[in-house]
């Protein structure tokens, strides 16, 4: 079944399981899910989802740049990997949620990963400029974009 990522848990409900749209607000969505009942399987299911199928060994998410979203179980090509920087701080904040609520070391993990290859590779020092994607490949070089007051 379908997931659609939105900004609020009641997409957990009949035991939907897989995630589909905007892959930030499909993380910061899972945030705010309730944990418990018939969403606590769900919530548990779309993370060893997210987390197994469709990261990048960056802690990136997102394949689909065009509607900024997931693409196909296993299916992470380098050269069109969008890896957006907005889904890897939804994802630090979705991370940091599950470790709290499960207790599970992996989840701390998770965390580490992406905030220190996926996030903080998102911008420079000056914190002036930002990348709006990160791919793995690409045949130029890429230059950060000015950031945007509204970014994330």
Sequence with gaps: RVFPGTHSGKDLRHGRTRCAGDVPAAGYGRCRAPRRGAYREALLVVWDCVVFRWRYITGGLGLAGQIEGF???????????????????????WAHHMNRWTGDAACADVNEQVLHNGLLAGWPVP??????????????LASRQPWLSGAC
Excluded: M
Aim: glycine content about 6%; overall charge negative; proline content about 8%.
């Design 127 to 140: 914190g002036d400029r930002f990348f709006h994607s990160n791919p793995l490949e690409a045949d130029q």
């Design 71 to 93: 693409g196909p179980d296993d299916v992470l090509p380098n050269r069109e990997a969008y890896c957006e920087t907005c889904a890897a701080l939804a994802l630090v904040y």
